[in-house]
């Protein structure tokens, strides 16, 4: 396993916009919608090479809090994780936990105290183990529904 970051060019563009294109058709997310270069564009990227094969990636980028909150003060700068991507055979074998990693370390890097997400997994319970327990992440809040 080796974690890189990602400089965009036409190769690792497609890439990306490919293993966007597979999730989506996952069908396991609420809503996803295949990147295009627009959502890649401007983030912080990480991938996940196996045998020199990328198989994962993070991005995301920094954000400014518009109002304060429970956690947050007006004003303050945190890092949103905008994706979280491992493809499906590479899945529970650290690919992820070592994705956020790399990121984690780089936010900290420039100052930055908080890494922010938010997940519409259809598996919620164990995208909560995930999140919570492999890579140590609190919960602001959880919206929770039953469709009847």
């Known amino acids: 396993m080796e974690i890189r970051e990602l400089f965009l060019d036409d190769e690792i563009t497609a890439q990306l916009i490919k293993m966007s294109q597979d999730w989506e058709a996952e069908n396991n997310v609420y809503g996803y919608v295949a990147n295009s270069i627009e959502h890649l ?3 912080t990227i990480f991938g996940a090479y196996n045998n020199n094969k990328l198989v994962g990636y993070i991005f995301g980028k920094p954000e ?3 109002k304060t909150n429970a956690l947050i003060s007006e004003g303050t700068v945190y890092f949103e ?3 979280l991507y491992v493809s ?3 899945r529970n074998q650290g690919f992820g936990k070592a994705l956020f990693a790399a990121m984690q ?3 900290k890097e420039t100052g930055i105290e908080y890494i922010f997400l938010t997940s519409a997994n259809k598996d919620s319970r164990q995208i909560m183990n995930f999140y919570l327990n492999e890579v140590g ?3 602001q809040y959880a919206v929770f ?3 009847i």
């Open 41 to 43: 564009e401007g983030r």
């Open 64 to 66: 400014t809090q518009e």
């Open 81 to 83: 994780v905008e994706e």
């Open 88 to 90: 499906k055979y590479y």
């Open 105 to 107: 370390e780089r936010v």
């Open 137 to 139: 992440m609190n919960t």
């Open 145 to 147: 529904f039953k469709k």
